[in-house]
């Protein structure tokens, strides 16, 4: 990778953590939870990020926070709704932090601790 291929990857990289955590930033100012479509586009937004597709997950974001294309096709049960701000937010801050894993990735999105517990 060239020196200005990779400065414009981690220009992609700030662009897509600013735009999470926008999105973020705009559902918690409101004071309130994720709806179903806002969690669904933001965990793959992180997991697109996690997978270093930057571009994917600005576009995740920006849908988002547009309105769902069609309602009634969030009203089912999905993987999703376990997801909460709180996870959101932590999976931007360790996306911040630069030591992004997959398994950390898939362990908050399902509710696993990320660091196992010795046994008693």
């Known amino acids: 990778m060239t020196a200005e291929q990779s400065k414009r990857r981690k220009a992609e990289q700030f662009q897509a953590l600013e ?3 926008s999105a973020l930033s705009v559902i918690e100012g409101q004071g309130r939870q994720p709806d179903k479509w806002e969690r669904e586009r933001l965990t793959i937004g992180f997991c697109a990020y996690f997978c270093g597709l930057y571009r994917v997950a600005q ?3 920006t849908a ?4 769902p294309p069609e309602e009634s096709l969030y009203g089912r049960v999905s993987d999703f709704d376990a997801v909460d701000l709180d996870r959101l937010k932590l999976l931007l801050s360790q ?3 630069d030591a992004p894993s997959a398994d950390i990735f898939a362990r908050q999105v399902k509710g696993v601790p990320t660091s196992p517990t010795s046994p008693e």
């Open 19 to 21: 735009f999470l955590g």
């Open 64 to 67: 988002a926070m547009s309105t």
């Open 95 to 97: 996306a911040r932090s």
């Open 59 to 61: 576009q995740e974001a």
